[in-house]
């Protein structure tokens, strides 16, 4: 995010007002309590902790989500997730998403599929209950569940959507920005990256029912590896979807 936007955040937080605010009235001055929330924010942000975790909010697909250190915060890139996902949910479609974080993925489909039943699961409670919260906050319903990837969710969908960790242990990115205050189960696995992909890969078919569709998201440099793992797994219509940085972020398979 650009350090501008960022301020502009801070600052409209610090007054409780909407950012039309302070572009409309430039001469108005900060009183004392605001200055001072302003400038312990301020520290913070320069100590490198993200802006969505100095005031527990992030949009994302028009939402106000609540996040807090224990989730990654939601990214513009898993637009094209949900983008991708959508094109194959229909209006009352059984849909889950695995890994939901602070429910970015089960939500936004939930805004845009209101008739469709949704589960959101997570290996760690408080992502749970993150979800749980934002869920009820913005009024959809959607079930969430505690579970380590498939174990304890037996029924089958028709789509299976998932932002899983995806980022080698030894990226240097891990080091960098953000990413250095968020939880590393959320954002690292084995194999170079690609290990938890692959086992939702090898382990979705028995939960989907037959003609459903997975959907995932993968780092940039691992589309040819991802839609491997999806032909060899016997998966037909693999598809790649690009973000708008026109870079390869998404794959999605039809289960035969
Ligand atoms: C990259 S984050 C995605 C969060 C959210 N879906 C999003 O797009 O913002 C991956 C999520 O997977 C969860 N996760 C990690 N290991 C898991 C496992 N074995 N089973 C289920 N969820 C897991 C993490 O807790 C984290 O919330």
């Known amino acids: 995010m650009l350090p501008r936007s960022e301020a502009d955040m801070l600052l409209c937080r610090a007054l ?12 108005r001055r900060v009183g004392a309590a605001a200055a001072e929330r302003l400038a312990t924010w301020i520290g913070r942000r320069r100590a490198g902790e993200p802006v969505a ?12 989500l609540t996040v807090t250190a224990a989730a990654l915060i939601p990214r513009p890139d898993t637009e094209t ?12 479609a059984h849909v889950l998403d695995l890994g939901t ?4 993925v089960a939500l936004a489909i939930a805004a845009e ?16 209950a993150l979800c749980q919260h934002n869920a009820e906050r913005l009024g959809f319903a959607v079930e969430t569940r505690l579970a380590d990837r498939f174990d304890g969710i037996p029924e089958r969908f028709d789509v299976v959507v998932s932002n899983p960790p995806y980022v080698a242990a030894d990226d240097d990115h891990l ?18 990256g690609v ?21 995932v998201e993968h780092g940039c440099d691992q589309e040819h590896q991802v839609r491997g793992l999806f032909l ?14 026109d870079q390869p972020r998404a794959t999605t398979g039809q289960w035969p």
């Open 232 to 245: 060899e797994r016997g998966f037909a219509n693999v598809h790649c979807h690009r973000d708008l940085a």
């Open 175 to 192: 080091q960098r920005g953000d990413l250095r205050f968020e939880p590393r189960h959320a954002l690292v696995s084995g194999g170079g």
């Open 81 to 92: 997730l949900v983008a991708a996902a959508l094109a194959q949910i229909r209006a009352d």
């Open 195 to 215: 290990d938890f992909l692959a086992a939702l890969v090898r382990e979705a078919p028995p939960h989907l029912k037959p003609g459903g569709w997975l959907c």
């Open 101 to 104: 974080g602070c429910g970015t």
């Open 113 to 128: 599929r209101p008739s469709a039943r949704i589960v959101a699961s997570d290996v760690d409670p408080l992502c749970v």
């Open 53 to 64: 975790y100095i005031l527990g909010e992030r949009g994302f697909w028009g939402l106000d």
């Open 16 to 27: 409780d007002v909407p950012r039309s605010h302070i572009y409309a009235f430039p001469e």
